[in-house]
């Protein structure tokens, strides 16, 4: 299973347990390249091997080829289906094989810390 998992500007400190949990039992986590570092530092010798998901082509490549029974995490900012990787992974990939978990984005935090409405943004 490839666990989808969208994070917010805190992460990976910000992440709930549960996901957490599942970050530490993946074989594998893949991620944008500006999260390895808090990763390292949130996980220590604990977290999973990284993949970077900046260059998309090589990680959907290496992505496809893990077996459906591997336990994958990808990271992605905000809620992964709004105009992020999760069109990209369903496109590529068995939907079976993917959970989404989204978080809020970016855009919403924003409109949210105003105290603004966004339906009309």
Do not use: K, N, Y
């Not at 490839?2 to 992440?15: C, F, Q, R, Y």
């Not at 949130?42 to 959907?60: H, K, R, S, W, Y």
């Not at 459906?68 to 939907?95: C, N």
């Amino acid at each position: 299973m490839i666990e989808v998992i969208g994070t917010d500007a805190g992460a990976p400190a910000s992440l709930p347990v549960p996901l957490r949990q599942r970050l530490l039992e993946a074989s594998l986590v893949a991620a944008p390249r500006r999260l390895h570092p808090a990763l390292q530092a949130c996980f220590g010798a604990a977290l999973p091997p990284l993949l970077a998901t900046d260059a998309i082509e090589a990680c959907l490549e290496q992505l496809a080829q893990c077996p459906p029974e591997q336990a994958v995490v990808v990271l992605a900012s905000g809620d992964p289906l709004w105009f992020g990787i999760g069109r990209q992974l369903l496109q590529r990939l068995d939907p079976a094989r993917l959970r989404f978990h989204p978080a809020p984005s970016s855009l919403q935090l924003a409109f949210a810390r105003i105290g603004r409405p966004w339906q009309d943004a």
